[in-house]
């Protein structure tokens, strides 16, 4: 099988595939029920035909927050992208303890899923939580939010649709809000904190340093 063409410049974190023992075994005995193939056409329509509402998370971590919101959603439907073979084992398994029906999770670099995978007009949102902040300079450009990634995702929305992303790194917010106010795909801006979101453990961790978290909404033009 060909290799998969990987963008150079990581927004993640390279962390070694080390898991827990139920994380393992989740990853192995879950997949059938919640893996989806990244080399395969991943049309959210056809994957959950009776939701209403069809949703992309990008980078679920271990999925704490992730299953809490597919629980309190179950008319929803999400599909779930991580890179981090642990945290799509944890995911797997909290899914499977609350009997979700209504996730599938995908381990890979989200911008091959959008480029390859992803059908335009096939997503109602994204949700985008506590991105890798890459607060040095010189890291900068490893931010997922950049120009060409409001570009990669912007077709993929139904019309009407938008995206919510949350960070606890406030200059990464002001880098958010300066470059979603510059493009013309776009409009919206900070929005009070949903009182579904659940507080993830990294947020937590944010929290705890005194960091200010902002919500971010911005809609489809
Ligand atoms: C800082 S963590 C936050 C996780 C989670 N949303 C939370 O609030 O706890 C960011 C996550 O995004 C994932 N990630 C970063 N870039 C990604 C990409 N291009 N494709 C898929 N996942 C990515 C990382 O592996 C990491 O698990």
């Known amino acids: 099988m060909s290799e998969i063409e990987r963008p150079s410049n990581r927004s993640y974190r390279l ?7 139920a994380q393992e075994q989740a990853y192995a005995t879950l997949w059938p029920a919640y893996g989806l193939d990244p080399r395969s056409r ?3 329509r056809e994957i959950f035909p009776d939701s209403q509402i069809r949703i992309l998370e990008i980078g679920s971590g271990m999925g704490e927050a992730t299953a809490q919101i597919a629980a309190h959603f179950p008319e929803t439907g999400f599909l779930v992208v991580e890179v981090h073979k642990p945290g799509v084992g944890s995911l797997m398994h909290l ?4 009997g979700l029906t209504n996730i599938k999770i995908i381990e890979e670099d989200v911008h091959v899923i959008l480029r390859d995978c992803i059908p335009d007009q096939s997503l109602d949102a994204i949700h ?6 890459w607060p040095k300079n010189y890291h900068q450009k490893r931010r997922i939010v950049q120009d060409s990634f409001l ?4 077709p993929k929305i139904n019309d009407g649709g938008y995206i919510h992303i949350a ?12 470059i979603f106010a510059a493009s013309d795909l776009f409009t919206g801006g900070v929005i009070d904190r949903p009182e579904w979101r659940p507080i993830s453990k990294f947020e937590g961790q944010g929290i705890r340093k005194g960091h200010i978290v902002t919500d971010m909404k911005y809609f489809k033009k």
């Open 95 to 98: 899914s499977e303890k609350a």
């Open 151 to 154: 570009e990669l995702i912007h």
């Open 15 to 21: 962390r070694g595939d080390r898991a827990t023992g």
């Open 128 to 133: 985008l939580y506590f991105p890798d902040p």
């Open 42 to 44: 991943i049309d959210a």
């Open 167 to 178: 960070t606890d790194w406030f200059p990464y917010a002001g880098w958010i809000q300066r």
